[in-house]
């Protein structure tokens, strides 16, 4: 079964990259890309996806506040990804529902792996 995936992170190369190899891997079919918080919503409104790939350090709404803003409705499975690596900001994310916290820098496999993971250990609220 495919899954879908919103992308989200401000920096277009990573996002571009990160596209292609969730791609390559064929388990997942990218619907959206956001490079802000607010396109971020925008996106899982339209396209209700199973997945969500999310930075943290965003533009307009950072990713807490759009984990915040996704807590009142139903809500894709979150992977953050992010150069924070601090353990309370992780805490925090997963304390407004992420699955899990990777760090910028992980292995795209590993990435690809938790993403897997993710969708089919997380119940859709």
Do not use: W, Y
Not at 55 to 72: H, R, W
Request: aromatic letters at 2%; a negative charge.
């Amino acid at each position: 079964m495919t899954r879908t995936i919103v992308i989200v992170d401000d920096e277009p190369g990573l996002r571009r990259l990160l596209v292609l190899m969730i791609r390559r891997d064929g388990r997942f079919e990218v619907v959206a890309e956001a490079g802000d918080g607010l396109a971020a919503l925008d996106a899982i409104g339209r396209h209700d996806p199973d997945l969500l790939l999310l930075d943290l350090g965003l533009p307009e709404l950072d990713g807490l506040e759009v984990l915040e803003q996704l807590a009142d409705r139903r809500r894709p499975a979150t992977v953050v990804l992010t150069g924070f690596t601090d353990a309370t900001t992780h805490e925090k994310a997963r304390s407004l529902g992420a699955v899990d916290c990777l760090v910028k820098g992980t292995d795209f496999d590993r990435i690809v792996e938790t993403l897997a993971a993710a969708c089919s250990n997380e119940p859709r609220a």
